[in-house]
């Protein structure tokens, strides 16, 4: 089992993902530099925070065109894991990989700090180790996470589930004061219908140790890891 | 010697208005034993300018204690560099730029970011933390500022503003984590806004670099952004004259910056350092390519020739005075081993960076400029970058101001509820939270922050890899230097150094940023001079060597100084991360100490006067208008065993809790440590012999504030008075969630700490929204 963090020139949380996969989840993990035409044969891959190309265009306009986007296409048709965190969520919208858009956050600033969000659905690779309904302390650190679409698309995602973590109050309660970006119905992260891919805004690589303030971020590497030793006894 | 044809030819009115005065004219054509030409005054006048010659801080900034055995490079590099154990070191520089960011607020704050960042990754070192130290002009009509315009109010809120955006989104995007500094306000700054970046790196200590050009024929390689005429004399213009009416016009000499070009820089350098072909490398900040080449031979003793057609130019027509003298950022030059440098493009090409042969190491010392093989500049190096002109201005200490008993502060009765005014205080733009701003920055990037913004008086990094962390301070109190420049230093340093020491780590070395008005005027220099005195003996005394840092003069508009503004930044070690200590209450029940680095006859003899030095504070400022007096007395040795005592009970791991006593006195303090909590209190008891509010609001130094367990109250006893630290024990955590002081008997403050938290929590955003 092996995971790739994407580099993209401007990524700059992908030395965070890989610390958490490798030096916390004690997996084995690789780079991928954005102008690989594959994958390094990565059972999961993971597309980082940061600003890829800059960023002064719409969020991952650009880093969808990388060449390596479309190896991470044809790794997400084939069932491959991906997953992609702040801008590499805003990357997988770009690229069609997830259903959405982002704007800019409602207050127009760039806004960091810890936030609660709750997972919506745990039948999936990113959630299937987490309570239904668990509550995690992540932060958030970003300028563009509100989150919207089209109320044909909000529909199809509520009907398969693809709602995958909503902004709450800390104590779990639907409300706009947990929501830190105006996002569409609280929405923090969402999944494609086959659960293979998945983003959110919020970082969970920033929450793996307690010594960061929380290591709630940890069961969603854990249940990608859960999920590839299934997959890997299934297909053994 | 071949001149451009076409050219103007220099005379000493032109050279004059390039800022060079008669006698520093004739120096420059003895030292080329003929005229310049056009572009050799351009390079003479920014090498030469007070922001890249230091030519009239030098002879004061000699006083400074730059050594010490843990210091691995001092000042006149790029940064400083400190061991800091395991193999490490870490290279940490803080620098201004305050001209700029009040021309173009988000501009000027996004490029002095940049540039600090470069100095730090162009020694090898990966930047791991930035620092902001800033200052405004009023952004609220209070008490501390009757005098001031509505109108100079809200321009100063854009000035803030700007200054913000500027620096959360260059160091968001870069990514690294801004994770302290500070945020004040005085009426001086409104036309004069100070920002000074702190930026900290870590490298494994044989992996240092330095910007010693060497070995002839070695090729000298221009990386990074393409050159145009943005900041074309930023540093001679900008940075080394006063503000007029007309500075607006000066905006074209305020550079860009493009934080994702850094990111790529700062990549691919440390990929190319890591190749082994890269000899010496220096950024290109103030006066661009002129500073690099002509520093790099300087300090490697040999000399350098570029061709100036071979520089990546991204607008058409520039000439070599142009290109030699413009600031565009993001830009570095480095000398490659000969016959190595296509490992070195190699790596700038894959980061998609342009990247350049220019030129070559040559013998003679000579700087050598080409245009197309044409030479437009022929310079000896050494004596353009070492020889400059040094002057011992005039200095004279400003009349005092007589004052008596009725300028100072007046004590409110014995008995008064003072909670009023404790509310007002907390929502002073001054002392209340800055969670607004450093919200705005990326705290958390890089996953080292064991301490946020706001929750200890000190920054901290861990180390991966190591059991260690790094803490990091920045203070200043541009009041206190007004009122006694050499005892505000001394404050500037201690208070760093006892921040630092409140996290747990030990104040190791410190870095410092000199803001002052123009030095031609005596009383400045006077300051100047008194500053580095005040400087001198707190770092001697706290074993806190200076190892770099920058002087920004000029920092007056329409002839008015601003207060002399000494920051100091102080780094410290944790050698064990997991001791870090944050200044949150843990838990109800614990005791409160306040921890005195003077006995009780000490203290009595430092506040001889405490009207006098009451009224310097905060309190008087916010809610009497007065601002008058003495800073508070220091007592050095006092400073430092305080914060032994700190260090060690952090150690020990004794303490739950420590902040310490500075603005707005112990009960800002104590209701600091309440608000970082989701539902503690604080009871405190007091028969301070002082006025209520001196012995509540004062700010004398020396002393901290520690919440320990009743289980370890003894040890922590025990080890202060192993220290020579007075413990005494003021009152306790409680669970109730009320903030109380009871002064002699009766209550002077009591409120809910929801309420105070409310107060302080969001005073400074709903000033801004106004």
Redo the contacts between chains.
């Keep these: 089992m092996k995971f790739g963090v994407v580099v993209f ?2 990524s ?2 992908d ?2 993902a890989f ?2 996969t490798s ?1 916390v989840l004690h997996q084995p993990v690789e780079f991928i530099w954005h102008q690989s035409e594959n994958l390094a044969n990565c059972d999961a891959v993971i597309l980082p ?3 890829a ?4 265009l719409r969020t991952g306009a650009i880093a969808r065109f990388s060449p390596v986007m479309k190896s991470v296409e044809k790794f997400a048709k084939s069932g491959g894991l991906v997953l992609g965190i702040c801008n590499g969520f805003q990357i997988l919208l770009e690229a069609g990989l997830l259903p959405g858009a982002v704007m800019r956050n409602v207050g127009l ?5 810890h936030v609660h969000i709750r997972v919506e659905n745990t039948a999936t690779s990113f959630t299937q180790a987490a309570k239904p309904g668990q509550i995690l302390k992540i ?1 958030i ?1 970003h ?1 563009d996470g509100n989150y919207t679409c089209d109320p044909a698309t909000l529909a199809d995602l509520k009907k398969n589930q693809q709602i995958v973590f909503r902004y709450t109050t800390p104590d779990g309660k639907d409300d706009a004061a947990g929501n830190p970006n105006g996002s569409m119905e609280n929405i923090a992260g969402i999944c494609n219908r086959d659960r293979n891919v998945a983003g959110l805004m919020p ?1 969970p ?2 929450a ?2 307690s ?3 929380s290591a709630d971020g940890l069961v969603i590497f854990r249940s990608m890891v859960e999920a590839l030793v299934t997959s890997a006894k299934a297909t053994a | 010697m071949a001149t451009a044809s076409a050219e103007i030819k220099v005379t000493a009115e032109i050279a004059a208005e390039h800022g060079l005065s008669a006698p520093e004219y004739a120096r420059v054509q003895q030292i080329l034993g003929r005229d310049p030409n056009i572009t050799e005054l351009g390079i003479f006048s920014v090498m030469w300018s007070e922001h890249c010659s230091y030519k009239s801080s030098k002879v004061h900034l000699k006083r400074l204690p730059v050594s010490g055995k843990l210091v691995v490079q001092g000042p006149g590099e790029n940064a400083g560099v400190v061991d800091i154990g395991d193999g490490l070191v870490a290279a940490f520089k803080i620098e201004s730029h305050n001209h700029p960011s009040f021309v173009e607020p988000f501009q000027g704050a996004t490029t002095g970011v940049g540039g600090i960042l470069r100095d730090i990754f162009t020694m090898g070192a990966r930047p791991i933390a930035i620092l902001d130290s800033l200052r405004f002009g009023p952004i609220t009509a209070d008490a501390s500022a009757p005098s001031v315009s509505a109108e100079t109010i809200s321009k100063n809120r854009r000035i803030l503003d700007g200054v913000i955006r500027g620096v959360a989104g260059y160091g968001n995007s870069f990514g690294v984590p801004t994770i302290g500094g500070e945020v004040c306000f005085e009426p001086c700054y409104s036309q004069n806004p100070l920002v000074n970046a702190l930026a900290l790196g870590i490298a494994k200590k044989e992996d240092l670099f330095f910007a010693k050009a060497r070995g002839t024929g070695n090729p000298v390689i221009y990386v990074g952004a393409k050159t145009g005429r943005d900041g074309i004399h930023g540093a001679s213009l900008l940075a080394s004259a006063e503000f007029t009416e007309e500075s607006k016009q000066k905006r074209p000499n305020v550079q860009v910056g493009d934080p994702f070009v850094e990111k790529l820089l700062l990549e691919a350098c440390l990929e190319a350092m890591n190749t082994g072909a890269v000899v010496a490398i220096q950024d290109m900040g103030a006066a661009g390519l002129t500073c690099s080449t002509t520093e790099m031979a300087s300090r490697g003793g040999t000399g350098i020739e570029i061709d100036l057609a071979r520089v990546p130019q991204r607008e058409t027509g520039m000439t070599p005075y142009e290109i030699m003298l413009s600031e565009s950022q993001e830009r570095m030059l480095l000398v490659a081993e000969k016959g190595r440098q296509q490992e070195v493009l190699k790596v700038f090409n894959k980061w998609g960076l342009d990247a350049v042969v220019v030129g070559e190491v040559a013998d003679g010392g000579l700087l050598r400029v080409k245009d197309h093989g044409r030479i437009v500049a022929e310079i000896p190096a050494h004596p353009l970058a070492e020889e400059g002109p040094v002057y011992q201005r005039p200095m004279a200490a400003p009349a005092r101001r007589s004052e008596s008993a009725k300028d100072w502060f007046t004590f409110s009765p014995e008995k008064k509820n003072l909670t009023e005014n404790c509310r007002r205080l907390l929502a002073s733009p001054a002392i209340s939270s800055k969670r607004w701003i450093t919200e705005q920055y990326d705290t958390m990037v890089r996953t080292n922050t064991l301490v946020v913004p706001g929750a200890g008086d000190a920054a901290v990094v861990r180390i991966k890899g190591t059991k260690r962390a790094l803490a990091l301070s920045t203070d200043g109190n541009g009041r206190w230097s007004q009122l006694n420049p050499r005892l505000g230093a001394m404050h500037a340093v201690a208070e760093a150094a006892r921040n630092v020491a409140c996290s747990g780590a030990k104040p190791i070395a410190a870095t410092n940023c000199l803001n002052f008005g123009s030095p031609e005027k005596p009383d400045v220099m006077w300051q100047f001079s008194e500053a580095i005195d005040g400087i001198t003996a707190a770092s001697n005394a706290l074993e806190t060597p200076i190892t770099g840092g920058n002087v920004s003069f000029y920092n007056e508009t329409l002839g008015r100084s601003i207060f002399p503004t000494p920051v100091i930044g102080i780094l410290g070690v944790l050698e064990d991360a997991a001791r870090v200590v944050k200044l949150a209450f843990r838990n109800a029940g614990d005791i409160i100490l306040l921890l005195d680095g003077l006995d009780a006859a000490g203290a009595g003899a430092a506040t001889t006067k405490p009207a006098c030095e009451f009224s310097s504070s905060e309190y008087s400022k916010s809610i009497a208008g007065i601002v008058a007096g003495q800073p508070p007395a220091i007592d050095l040795a006092a400073e430092k065993r305080l914060q032994q005592c700190l260090v060690a009970l952090a150690v020990a791991a004794q303490i739950q809790s420590a902040h310490d006593i500075s603005d707005g006195g112990l009960a800002v303090t104590v209701a600091e440590s309440c608000f970082a909590t989701v539902d503690l209190g604080a009871q405190v008891i007091t028969d301070d012999v002082a006025p209520a509010e001196s012995a509540v609001f004062g700010e004398r130094g020396a002393r901290a504030v520690v919440s320990v367990s009743p289980s370890s109250l003894a040890a922590v006893q025990e080890s202060a008075r192993q220290h020579g630290v007075t413990a005494t024990h003021i009152g306790q955590v409680t669970g109730n969630a009320i903030f109380s002081i009871q002064y002699h008997g009766s209550v002077i403050i009591e409120e809910s700490v929801a309420a105070l938290r409310d107060i302080w929590s969001h005073s400074l955003e709903r000033a801004l929204k106004q």
């Excluded at chain 1, 600033?109 to 700090?113: D, K, L, N, Q, V």
């Design positions: 020139p401007g700059n949380c030395h965070d610390y958490a030096d925070g940061g600003f190309h800059g960023d002064y600033r760039y806004i960091c700090r932060p650190a300028n970082h690589e920033r793996v140790e010594v960061l303030d």
